[in-house]
T-cell receptor
């Protein structure tokens, strides 16, 4: 089915481990985004990408790494997970920067 | 700086009653405005958007919103709420200049619907 999919939906890991969250969209949208959602903070932008091989930091990029070698994929890596990174992570895409963003169903990440 | 304020963290309405969710924004130019809805365990779904033109915009699921530039507001309304409307609602403004389409989201308003 066309759309934006995130995997895994749920992940539990330990502090210090590396974990990668996957995001795949089938619309060939230029823009892709990673947000984290936490109680009391709403949605905060971690990284975004305007096109393949173009990425930039959002509000809370520390501790995260992204890449975008293909238009349809935008993985988010936590290089050394910390408890403060326990959150729900959402990927989104849009055809252009000023167009509505379409969201995946999220990845609930718990770091013990 | 750009910002979005949703003054109501939680609202409870009776089924069949009307609904208004408030959104105030701060933005230096003419904003693009959005309302999203999030059901438990799911991502955000776009309800409606305002880019320009008619200040009263219609969205999906019977929702509408009115852009009032003088009040820097973009309140969401529905004339008759259904139990399935219980969810969290987010107002967003953007794009943030020179930040690649970044949207600023409000903190969200959680809507509960009483039978």
């Amino acid at each position: 089915d066309a759309g934006i999919t995130q995997s895994p939906r749920y992940k539990i890991t330990e502090t210090g481990r590396q974990v990668t969250l996957m995001c795949h969209q089938t619309w060939s949208h230029s823009y892709m985004f990673w947000y984290r959602q936490d109680l009391g903070h709403g949605l905060r932008l971690i990284y975004y990408s305007a096109a393949a091989d173009i990425t930039d930091k959002g509000e809370v990029p520390d501790g995260y790494v992204v890449s975008r070698s293909k238009t349809e994929n935008f993985p988010l890596t936590l290089e050394s997970a910390t408890r403060s990174q326990t959150s729900v992570y959402f990927c989104a895409s849009s055809v252009e920067g000023n167009q509505p963003q379409h969201f995946g169903d999220g990845t609930r990440l718990s770091i013990l | 700086a750009q910002s979005v304020t949703q003054p109501d963290i939680h609202i409870t309405v009776s089924e069949g009653a009307s609904l208004e969710l408030r959104c105030n924004y701060s933005y230096g130019a003419t904003p693009y405005l959005f309302w999203y809805v999030q059901s438990p365990g799911q991502g955000l779904q776009l309800l409606l958007k305002y880019f320009s033109g008619d200040t009263l915009v219609q969205g999906i699921k019977g929702f509408e919103a009115e852009f009032k530039r003088s009040q820097s507001s973009f309140n969401l309304r529905k004339p008759s709420v259904h139990w399935s409307d219980a969810a969290e609602y987010f107002c967003a403004v953007g794009p943030v200049p020179n930040q690649g389409g970044k949207l600023i989201f409000g903190q969200g308003t959680e809507l509960s619907v009483k039978p």
